[in-house]
């Protein structure tokens, strides 16, 4: 009886969390350092292709050499934040922080980071300054490439691609687009 018993419970406790889960909309806040913005779950996974824009330089000398491990500070993404980098790519170029709103819809996408000079669509030799509208050739998250944006800030600065395991778990996310040297330290 006492097994009849644990083995309704078992069944009736499994039933009600898949029943609570049915209809809710798998959402995460991503978070950046000035805004955040509330994406489903499958737009948060960023394209992992290491393909780099033609024109995109190597940084000689990089502060992180290529092979290295870093600790970052960047909080672009859940389960980043203190995460350790391996370095798989150091470049110089102009790094930007922008909005913009989803090709595939939904609400616009505030202060994302990082978006490079050589990913925006027909860029001109000169950087874009704060304010500047631009098309997006960036691929980085679903719905990104082709997007109409505005440039929020503009850095002349080294970025990196990335190879890290999310601190909250899960698969680790190979060739990151991108983490400014600012956002590296270190590992002691």
């Not at 978070?31 to 948060?44: L, Q, R």
């Not at 500070?73 to 922008?98: F, L, N, R, W």
Request: charged share 20%; proline share 4%.
């Amino acid at each position: 009886m006492k097994k009849y018993v644990l083995t309704i419970s078992t069944i009736l406790i499994t039933s009600s969390l898949v029943l609570s889960g049915c209809g809710k909309e798998n959402r995460q806040t991503i978070k950046s350092n000035d805004g955040s913005h509330t994406a489903a779950a499958g737009e948060m996974h960023h394209s992992e292709s290491g393909e780099l824009p033609k024109e995109l330089r190597e940084k000689n000398n990089p502060t992180f050499p290529i092979g290295s491990q870093a600790l970052m500070s960047a909080d672009h993404m859940p389960g980043m934040k203190g995460a350790k980098a391996k370095i798989v790519g150091a470049y110089e170029t102009t790094v930007y922080a922008v909005t913009y709103t989803p090709t595939t819809g939904g609400d616009p996408v505030h202060n994302h980071k990082w978006v490079i000079h050589e990913e925006i669509e027909d860029h001109t030799d000169q950087s874009y300054a704060a304010g500047s509208e631009v098309v997006l050739s960036a691929d980085h998250m679903k719905g990104m490439k082709g997007a109409k944006a505005t440039i929020d800030s503009a850095e002349q600065t080294t970025v990196y691609m990335v190879d890290y395991t999310p601190t909250t778990g899960g698969d680790s996310i190979k060739n990151h687009k991108w983490v400014t040297e600012e956002e590296l330290s270190a590992i002691q």
